[in-house]
């Protein structure tokens, strides 16, 4: 109980993380109070509606949590005075640690719901990547910008790809399955904040 | 019957609508003749393409009503001499009436279909939002530019929002169907033409 | 037999030109190893997954051919290092013929699938030109550019438009699939061929 409790704490921090991520994006671009909205929507639920189509999941995933889509345009409606009465700046450095949450436990679901719908390993492992990466380039996308994650020369889907393995042989190995989604969205978020403290890159493709 | 043709002849011309705010664009950004088709084909469909995916919705939209693919073709292949002719300039503001008509009826029509379906409120007014919107999105991204639906600072979503609680209200209280779409419809028209007309804007989030 | 191989080995040419032209845009923009690979996986597989959620057909192309997700992310990886080593520009030109190629089989190959599924004519013929332009429109939205076969006035998504109807006209007179397959095929990559060589153009929307 107390676990699921912590997990279900976990995800709520993943999708406020994402949520952020895409009020920030949206303010940058002096988007209005619509497209604020919109982009966060689009970013906390873009990768999870994406797996839902490919695995021909129903209902969705914000449609199953309805409480989601409340919540959220409550919080981008909320955010800006938060922030003017704090004095404190949104920088995209802030939203680093819980990126990386979200990035981990979105992979660890996406991997094992796949899993469950009986996905044969690299099919689940890449949805798990789908529901982690892909809110984001939706949003990259809406904002007219390049992927962040595919340019940036930082590891991110690369680790979430990494994790989603993990996942499936802790599956495979029969563990439960909170302790599968704890261990694997743990690795996933401790590899991913050490790449960003010692600032480890990917190499760019320099043949042209 | 004559109520049926009325509600049918709106929304002929809320597609013609989209798919004509599509040949603008894509025309404007010196598109090919397939461009300009294509364009204009995910404008006036994309909304109601992606309701019906999430909603698992079969046949599609334009699946159903095939004739809607032949004339829109026609439609992108003819317009230009059409305009040519009547050395008339087609502006973006020429096609903010028909495209008010569009936003309103697919809205409405949006919403009422999730609500047949057994969706909750709220989740039948995001599809009709959908509807009404994301074919408008899908034209900027392809054309890259960023949604003007979510930057333009005008109440464009914010209204088809609040016209979808209109059609679930009404829903609600067993109005006739017809009756429903039709006052739904018309007052989304309504307050987007006077939102247009007096000029009517969204704050823009200050806190970055 | 022999004939089948021969399809089979079309289509893997066909999945290799499309995914190349993947990598050679992403690589242009600077796009790190993930960027490169999903761009490529996109490139490569978004229309065929399109057309699948389209036509609720299920598993998934690139599901139930598990081994091109495999080859494809070889192919990204293993690339850059084959083209440093033969000293050898990799440019747009060198991919124009398989990439031809790819048009005339995902094109055919598509088309057939929708028919065989009970589509009707015409949405066959769209769900051909989905299944082999959509993927490199992806592509172009990801590294943010205006979709080249939307914009560069070249006879391509026509080709394969007009391509699908001569499947159409074939599987309605009761030919064999795999001839069907081929003349489709082998019409539109001549067809395109020859619009490359005589630098044949769609001419422009002028009338803004």
Redesign the interface.
Known sequence: MTLNTFVIALEVLGVIAFALSG??E???????????V??SFVTAFGGG?LRD??L?R?P?FW?EQ?FW??ALIGLAVA??FF??ARHME?TERAILVPDAIGLGIFTAGGTHIALELG??P??SV?MGVITAVVGG?FRD???????R?????QP???VAFAGGWVVVALDALAVPTSITLLVGSGLIILVRLLAIKFGWE???????
Chains 1, 2, 3 share one sequence.
Do not use: Q
């Open positions: 009020v920030i949206a303010a940058r671009k002096h988007f209005d109070l619509v497209g604020v919109m982009v509606t189509v490919l021909e129903k969705f449609v309805e889509v409340w955010l800006p922030f003017r949104l996905s044969s690299l099919v890449l380039v996308v809406l904002v007219n910008e390049v992927p994650a595919f340019h940036d020369h991110y889907a690369v990917l190499k760019r493709w320099r043949f042209l």
